[in-house]
């Protein structure tokens, strides 16, 4: 499997990444390559300590027949000083439903939240915010189906379900049913003018894999196994997430080539945590991130963090919280490639590791073809 990885990983500095199938008359390969070094690895950090790779990633993508749009895409990533492959998307997609309908079905990100159904090299920072990190085990991608619906509207409505198998959110779990999580979606946005532009969105995601507990990893069956996906699966999770994103972006009469603030704002809820929860035992979480290009190819970029979560021991509960800053230049002198310095503090830390201060330096290198990235 290392041999394996590391074939895909040189593989994929020589390609570019498609994020989502855009309509296509041919078929598309693309790759991108993700590599960062790392003074540490912070709390719920997904990098590795020293070089490593990040989100790289190999795509093909293309028309099936008149009506249908498919893509396969396999990650590759650092993970325990050793090099992890796997098959992070294959689906396929309608093209051309009526009354405003898309259909998907396969193995794809679910689309709650600002960040998910994105790509993490995409991203504005080296690691995504710790409510990712915490509740999705930063980018959730799993097997099931998605039904779309846009309002025929100028103000742009999206409406969406999903229904997933779950095993990528939680890998090991006491109890199951199937399928294992739903998804429900609200989407809106729209422009201001010619420079300015939001999008907000409401996610409620119901989980029903509950996390095995301290005294039931004795137990048997393939739910108990450990399986090596990039996701590996949320740290914290609960029966219910309910999440609200909220996005602005600014540009002088809507070109951001030279110039452009992004803002992005998202807090997030989880419920029933378990058997043994109490209604006053809750993870939350909310980040706020500021991202501003003051020069063709040049962007700075600052984020604050909180994260609140009730840590599980047996049948009682212990809280802890973890805050985090981080500050980032990132110099960009084409579309397709970047480089990104990045520091992170760690602080107010209980149940955590605490002093945790980080200094990333991340390089991303896309070649051929890549559909746009989301709002």
């Known amino acids: 499997m290392k041999r394996l990885a590391l074939t895909a990983a040189l593989a994929a500095a020589s390609s570019a990444q498609a994020q989502a199938p855009a309509p296509a008359e041919r078929w598309q390969f693309g790759a991108v390559l993700d590599v960062a070094a790392s003074s540490r690895v912070p709390a719920l950090g997904q990098r590795v300590q020293g070089l490593g790779l990040g989100h790289s ?3 093909l993508f293309g028309p099936v027949g008149s009506a249908l749009q498919a893509q396969v895409t396999t990650a590759v990533h650092s993970h325990d000083d050793e090099l992890e ?7 396929v997609q309608t093209r051309s439903l009526p009354a405003g309908l898309q259909a998907r079905a396969g193995r794809f990100s679910s689309q709650l939240g600002y960040l998910n159904e994105q790509h993490p090299h995409a991203d504005d920072f080296v690691e995504r915010p710790l409510l990712y990190r915490a509740f999705l085990g930063g980018h959730w991608y799993d097997d099931g189906l998605r039904l779309n619906w846009t309002a025929p509207t100028d103000l742009y409505l999206r409406l969406g379900a999903e229904v997933f198998r779950g095993r990528q959110l939680v890998q090991e779990a006491s109890r199951t049913q199937s399928p294992g999580a739903f998804v429900l979606t609200a989407r809106t946005g729209g422009d201001i003018g010619r420079s300015h532009s939001w999008q907000a ?3 409620w995601l119901n989980n029903r894999r509950e996390a095995a507990l301290e005294d039931d990893h004795d137990h048997g069956g393939d739910d108990h196994g450990h399986d090596h996906a990039h996701a590996h699966g949320a740290a914290y999770s609960g029966k219910h997430l309910y999440l609200f994103d909220l996005a602005y972006k600014w540009a002088p009469e809507g070109n951001n080539a030279r110039q452009q603030l992004r803002l992005a704002y998202e807090y997030a809820e989880v419920h029933d945590l378990n058997r043994y929860a109490t209604s006053g035992d809750k993870h939350r979480a909310h980040y706020l991130s500021a991202v501003y290009r003051f020069a063709p190819g040049w962007e700075v970029g600052v984020r604050t963090d909180l994260l609140r979560v009730r840590q599980p ?8 919280r973890l805050a985090e800053d981080a500050v980032m230049l990132a110099y960009k002198p084409t ?11 760690q602080r107010d830390a209980v149940g955590f590791d605490t002093g945790k201060h980080a200094l990333q330096l991340q390089y991303v290198l896309s070649f051929g073809a890549h559909a746009a990235h989301a709002f």
């Open 201 to 203: 969105g409401l996610s």
């Open 85 to 91: 492959a796997e098959l992070e998307e294959a689906f």
């Open 57 to 59: 990633d190999i795509s």
């Open 335 to 345: 579309h397709m490639q970047s480089l990104r310095l990045q520091f992170t503090r």
């Open 313 to 320: 021991h047996g049948d009682h509960f212990h809280g802890a």
